[in-house]
């Protein structure tokens, strides 16, 4: 990415200032189920343990840079330049200069043994050619790389160790990485770092692999102050056949990520997964609010920003047209008109099962908030020419908001010649609420998200989560596929989240695990402590795992049909307009253990609501709360009652076998109960199928 284009991606995060992220709402509503002894969510900031702040300060300025066998370094001041391949040992400090490779053709190995290396200039480490590189932080080492730049040219390498080839870390001893400029480690080719204790701190990406980013049993600390933590960005095929793209987590690997963007970014797919000797990876996950670095002031960034003005469907027409009066209080009457031009319609869907329908259109515009103090809104005749004497409508004068970036028209009078306006802040999301031809569809459920991606894994194809202990905390989605996306490939993205086995633990703002496609769980242990919905996809498929979901709205929802073939599922929503289970298409239940709660047992809340059918012929499913379906059952039986059940922790068996524990957090008076013909009994209840 060119220098240029970058700052302007940062000056557009100066203008989202996590300041408004910091508007976090603190939910004491308890989530209990069965993966869940109970808290809150908690959105206290996460600092990283056992980490530097920044690199010792250089005393001496006496680096060596020589060959192990044989090789060629040039020295140039405090430039150091290997210009044949060979493998070279480096140890001591140097201020304000840094090690340039750059070779024909063959592999590089630096082996540091104790380095200290700043730069004001360029990348201390930086690569310009090589087949591959190499480097290796020696057992009982301590070594820094700090990259202190200010300001770069375009072309200039955009990390404090930058490479244009392959590049590997690796080591038993500890490498310190400052991104004080931009990224921290940054390959345009593939990424590798195994065995070393590694911490990068970088104002952008501190990790980041254009083709692909595989981390191998290694111990990771990765801060961005306003970037993510690990990222891709190609999605093509090498020359070699390869699918570029991917991050791979595998093997008794420790990261611990904490990013003010996404935690994981892959451009294809991301994969989780134990190594050759069942080794497992152990991952946490920190994004916006929840992690204590995240940070909208860095010395790159620039004072611009974008402004989006929110219209609903009565306040819209191409017969006029939107301005924003840019001005400086002390001279108002010398101010610019900017004009807001039409950037998306979004559609939501309201009340009971998204059935009414709100139309909003967004309109956007550039704005330099170091010029300007004041913005004003005005609406003119599609052919006016802007004045602010002769106008349709104006809206009083507003403070450029520092922690907002949205304007909503809450009103706009012909006879007063008044538009009404307030500051919100801008979701970014798709313009199609759900699926072509779905009801309902998937929504975004945090309202204070900010307009960049807060997400904990992200992906533009296919996740897939074999094994290993995941926790995270997400300012917005914990885990998130995307579909329908164009790759570089020529293909379009999947959409797929597949869980097959691990420990994972999400607290959201926003959705827990979300498939713009399908999310398929075969295995392993979730729970979704706290979301807005907990699982979300067009199609989410259960085959299996032991499963415990809290959401404040819909625990399972799909835009098509949700599968219930095994496992153990536990789901409690808030209560209000929530629904434990949501399909806006069909629900299937063949196999596996239901039990959904929803915490009120009147109105508009349910513990199963779809728009088609509701089928079970297999498994148990046990409900509390209203059934705003009821199901048609195939080989099974069912049974409504009515009990005592307080709020409590219970045992279902069936024959005598405990097939679920779960825990209510308010009092029930019924139930409903679908299975196999039998004995079941919650707590002293006997129910007889």
Same mark, same amino acid.
């Given at each position: 990415m060119k220098m240029k284009k970058l700052i302007g991606f940062l000056a557009l995060l100066s203008l989202f200032t996590l300041t408004g992220c910091d508007k976090l709402k603190n939910n004491n509503e308890s989530y209990p189920n069965s993966g869940i002894t109970g808290g809150t969510d908690d959105v206290t900031p996460t600092e990283a343990k056992d980490t530097k702040e920044e690199a010792p300060e250089v005393t001496t300025n006496a680096l060596s840079v020589s060959a192990v066998d044989s090789g060629t370094v040039e020295i140039n001041g405090n430039v150091y330049t290997i210009l044949s391949a060979g493998e070279y040992d480096v140890t001591g400090e140097l201020s304000d200069g840094s090690i340039v490779i750059n070779v024909e053709d063959g592999e590089v190995i630096?082996?540091?043994?104790?380095?200290?290396?700043?730069s004001t200039t360029t990348a201390p480490i930086n690569v310009i050619s090589a087949s591959n590189v190499e480097i290796s932080a020696k057992k009982g080492t301590d070594n820094y790389i700090t990259d202190s730049r200010t300001t770069a040219l375009d072309d200039d390498p955009t990390a404090a160790i930058y490479s244009t080839c392959d590049l590997k870390i690796k080591g038993k001893g500890n490498l310190y990485v400052f991104g004080n400029y931009n990224n921290g480690i940054h390959s345009k080719n593939d990424l590798d770092v195994k065995n070393l204790n590694l911490q990068v701190n970088a104002i952008n990406n501190a990790l980041k692999g254009n083709d692909s980013v595989t981390i191998d049993t290694a111990n990771i600390t990765a801060i961005s102050t306003v970037g993510d933590g690990i990222?891709?960005?190609?999605?093509?095929?090498?020359?070699?056949?390869?699918?570029?793209?991917?991050?791979?987590?595998?093997?008794?690997?420790?990261?611990?990520?904490?990013?003010?963007?996404?935690?994981?970014? #892959?451009?294809?797919? &991301?994969?989780? *997964?134990?190594?050759? !000797? %069942?080794?497992?990876? @152990?991952?946490?996950? =920190?994004?916006?609010?929840?992690?204590?670095?995240?940070?909208?002031?860095?010395?790159?960034? #620039?004072?611009?920003? &974008?402004?989006? *003005?929110?219209?609903? !469907? %009565?306040?819209?027409? @191409?017969?006029?047209? =939107?301005?924003?009066?840019?001005?400086?209080?002390?001279?108002?009457?010398?101010?610019?008109?900017?004009k807001l031009s039409y950037y998306q319609t979004q559609s939501s869907n309201m009340g009971f099962g998204g059935r009414s329908q709100s139309t909003y259109?967004?309109?956007?515009?550039?704005?330099?908030?170091?010029?300007?103090?004041?913005?004003?809104?005005?609406?003119?005749?599609?052919?006016?020419?802007?004045?602010?004497t002769t106008y349709f409508a104006a809206s009083t004068g507003q403070a450029i908001n520092s922690t907002k970036d949205m304007l909503t028209v809450t009103s706009v009078s012909t006879s007063t010649k008044k538009i009404g306006v307030d500051w919100s802040s801008y979701q970014a999301q798709s313009s199609q609420t759900g699926f072509p031809g779905m009801p309902g569809g998937m929504q975004d459920g945090n309202s204070d998200k900010t307009s960049y991606s807060t997400k904990g894994i992200k992906c533009d194809n296919e996740i897939n989560i074999i094994a290993g202990n995941i926790t995270i905390k997400a300012y917005d989605d914990g885990i998130?596929?995307?579909?329908?996306?164009?790759?570089?490939?020529?293909?379009?993205?999947?959409?797929?989240?597949?869980?097959?086995?691990?420990?994972?633990?999400?607290?959201s703002k926003d959705d827990g695990i979300h498939a713009d496609n399908t999310l398929a769980v075969n295995g392993g242990t979730i729970t979704i402590a706290t979301a807005y919905e907990g699982f979300e996809g067009n199609i989410v498929e259960i085959n299996g795992g032991n499963n415990s979901v809290y959401a404040t709205d819909d625990g399972i929802n799909a835009s098509t049909a949700i599968k219930i073939n095994g496992g153990t599922s536990v789901i409690l929503v808030a209560s209000g307009d929530t629904d434990a289970i949501d399909a806006n298409g069909t629900y299937t239940q063949t196999g596996g253990v239901v039990v959904s709660m929803n915490l009120s047992n009147q109105g508009m809340?349910?513990?199963?609501?779809?728009?088609?059918?509701?089928?079970?012929?297999?498994?148990?499913?046990?409900?509390?709360?209203?059934?705003?379906?009821?199901?048609?059952?195939?080989?099974?039986?069912?049974?409504?009652?009515?009990?005592?059940?307080?709020?409590?922790?219970?045992?279902?068996?069936?024959?005598?076998?405990?097939?679920?524990?779960?825990?209510?957090?308010?009092?029930?008076?019924?139930?409903?109960?679908?299975?196999?013909?039998?004995?079941y009994k919650i707590g002293s209840n006997t129910i007889n199928l």
């Open positions: 630096l082996n540091l043994n104790g380095v200290n290396i700043t990222k891709t960005t190609n999605s093509d095929i090498s020359s070699k056949g390869n699918q570029r793209g991917n991050i791979t987590i595998l093997g008794d690997a420790k990261v611990d990520i904490y990013a003010c963007c996404d935690g994981i970014d #892959a451009a294809y797919n &991301v994969s989780i *997964l134990a190594d050759d !000797s %069942g080794l497992e990876p @152990t991952i946490n996950i =920190y994004t916006s609010s929840y992690s204590s670095y995240s940070n909208d002031s860095p010395s790159s960034i #620039a004072n611009s920003q &974008v402004l989006y *003005l929110k219209l609903a !469907s %009565g306040y819209y027409s @191409t017969s006029y047209s =939107y301005y924003a009066y840019c001005y400086n209080t002390d001279d108002k009457e010398n101010g610019d008109f900017i259109y967004y309109l956007k515009g550039d704005i330099d908030t170091s010029k300007y103090t004041g913005v004003q809104i005005y609406m003119f005749e599609a052919s006016a020419t802007p004045s602010t998130h596929a995307t579909s329908n996306v164009t790759l570089e490939n020529g293909e379009l993205s999947l959409g797929n989240v597949n869980i097959s086995g691990g420990v994972i633990t999400i607290a809340a349910t513990a199963l609501d779809t728009d088609s059918r509701a089928t079970i012929s297999g498994g148990t499913f046990l409900a509390f709360g209203n059934l705003e379906t009821t199901p048609t059952l195939s080989n099974v039986k069912a049974t409504t009652k009515s009990l005592s059940l307080n709020s409590n922790t219970y045992e279902l068996s069936y024959n005598g076998d405990v097939i679920v524990t779960f825990t209510t957090k308010t009092n029930y008076s019924k139930f409903y109960l679908a299975g196999s013909s039998g004995e």
